[in-house]
């Protein structure tokens, strides 16, 4: 027999929930953005060169997926503490510590991936844009074409890595709601862990039945797209 | 001299490997080789497989600067000029590879590439943007090419999709739809059976007709009999002999040509790479 669960919304209702979900959407996402910036360039670069020491930038690069959040996050808030050297700032214990703790854990992700996807275009085709006239430039774009559905399943990997996260913005962010109930660095995720240690754990549910939905749309839309790479072969 | 020199006038280039030598670590690839192509002239350089027929391209097509030797344009080594004066000449080849290396999108965006890389950035973009509101029809160059190759039909279909002679069309289609002075052909009917290989071969004589200067690597020599004024026998990275089909294949002079047109001089075996001269003092035995 299916018994209905009833959930009691904290003070601030679902105000409160949105403003996680917000939250938790605009420090994932900006993190993402900034980390696919920095790091196409460079899976381009280290996918368009050889040099001395390669396999060893590859391998530091694919270790770094492996980054235990909990680590990243005490070593960004080491660094942005008051006594640390970037304590100036003044950023500890915010959305934008949150950004940066995320930008480490989604980089390696993206990096990674992307690397992959460009290796993966063959010597061939850039040997075609070359030869049909094209610079350096062009050729790259050629490139940045052929593994574009890699490189966006790297930029949707690196977000589901970011917006599922718990240790390191728990660490750097400090889970802090304002006292109207809004959110400030509380994401879906810390607000679980909240929720689970309160023992609200039908508020847990529903805060984490809206992560699994964002994650699950997130790699909905990743099928979607290799989908589509591959049915652009048989069309 | 001036790189435009010649675009869109008679078409009165030459492009010349002189004394080229290319070597991937200890191995070397090819040796002393002088080889060039006068405008209109179909020069076929034929061999067995791994003799450095591929590499000789390469370095024509300007992929790689030789270890030694230049490859010269109308006399003026090409690597004594700037990036920008090489890549204009670059944009008066075009080449096709024994792999068609299509890019994964539809076949005009393929054949319609080469023109495209060819305009300034601005026109680029603009071009861009207004592909995307606006159903543009492909450049009447492009369309032509591939009317030459039978596969007009095709023009929308992902090149990805296509089969292997049909991806070889089209890549050859791809080469011709830029006007190009000259063309360099590695193995460009691999893939093709008979009747488009008589297709491809008429389109090459109508272009070095039209005065475009063409080299084609193969390692078949009826091919090479069919389309060429003149050919290259090349074994061991090393230029053989060269002259007219019928002289080459008819009355050759060395005998590693006369084992080659025999059929008993398949591959070239790495042994025999490092000393071709073994494989003379065995042919003379």
């Known amino acids: 027999m299916l018994v209905p669960i009833q959930v009691q919304l904290p003070d601030g209702g679902w105000a409160y929930i949105a403003s996680i979900v917000l939250v938790s959407l605009e420090v994932s996402l900006t993190a993402v953005g900034l980390s696919t910036l920095f790091s196409l360039p460079i899976a381009l670069l280290v996918g368009f060169t050889d040099f001395p020491g390669k396999g060893v930038v590859t391998a530091v690069i694919n270790t770094g997926m492996g980054f235990p959040s909990v680590v990243v996050g005490l070593v960004v808030l080491m660094l942005l503490s008051n006594s640390g050297p970037l304590g100036a700032l003044d950023l500890a214990f915010t959305p934008q510590a949150m950004i940066a703790s995320q930008f480490v854990l989604a980089t390696p992700v993206i990096m990674s991936v992307s690397l992959s996807a460009v290796e993966g275009v ?23 074409k052929e593994a574009r559905y890699g490189i966006v399943t790297a930029i949707l990997a690196g977000f589901g890595r970011a917006i599922s996260e718990v240790g390191s913005i728990l660490i750097v962010g400090g889970n802090i709601v304002f006292s109207d109930g809004e959110s400030y660095t509380r994401t879906l995720t810390t607000a679980i862990t909240v929720e689970a240690r309160q023992g609200r754990y039908e508020i847990g549910l529903v805060l984490g039945a809206i992560l699994l939905v964002l994650v699950l749309g997130v790699n909905g839309l990743g099928s979607w797209i290799r989908s589509k790479g591959r049915g652009d072969r048989s069309t | 001299m001036d790189p435009e020199q010649g675009k869109g006038g008679p078409l009165d280039v030459s492009l010349a490997a002189t004394e080229v030598s290319v070597s991937f670590g200890a191995e070397r ?202 050919v290259g026998f090349i074994y061991g990275g090393e230029l053989i002999e060269t002259g007219p089909p019928t002289q080459v294949f008819g009355d050759p002079e060395d005998p590693r040509t006369k084992q080659f047109v025999d059929g008993e001089l398949l591959y070239d075996a790495d042994e025999s790479r490092d000393d071709p001269r073994d494989v003379l003092d065995r042919a003379a035995e």
């Open chain 2, 29 to 230: 690839v090819l040796h002393d080789v002088s080889l060039g192509v006068e405008p209109g002239e179909v020069l076929t350089v034929v061999g067995p497989s791994g003799t450095g027929k591929t590499t000789l391209l390469r370095l024509l097509a300007m992929f790689r600067r030789p270890d030694a030797g230049a490859v010269e344009w109308d006399g003026t080594d090409v690597w004594t000029l700037s990036e920008d004066e090489r890549l204009a000449l670059r944009r008066r080849i075009s080449m096709v590879f024994q792999e068609p290396s299509l890019f994964n999108a539809p076949v005009r965006r393929n054949v319609t590439y080469g023109c495209r890389v060819r305009r300034p950035w601005g026109r680029r973009i603009r071009n861009q943007l207004k592909g995307l509101v606006t159903d543009q029809s492909p450049p009447e160059a492009a369309r032509t090419a591939l009317r030459t190759v039978g596969l007009l039909d095709k023009i929308d279909q992902n090149a990805l999709s296509l089969s292997g002679g049909e991806a070889q069309r089209v890549a050859f289609a791809r080469a011709l739809a830029v006007d190009p002075e000259l063309m360099l052909l590695d193995e460009p009917s691999s893939n093709l059976d008979p009747r488009n290989t008589a297709v491809l071969e008429d389109a090459i004589r109508r272009a070095s007709g039209r005065g475009v200067g063409i080299v084609v690597a193969t390692h078949d020599m009826h091919q090479a009999e069919r389309i060429s004024d003149r």
């Open chain 1, 122 to 144: 063959e010597q061939s085709v850039r040997d075609a844009a070359f030869s049909m006239g094209g610079t350096d430039v062009d050729v790259g774009l050629v490139v940045i």
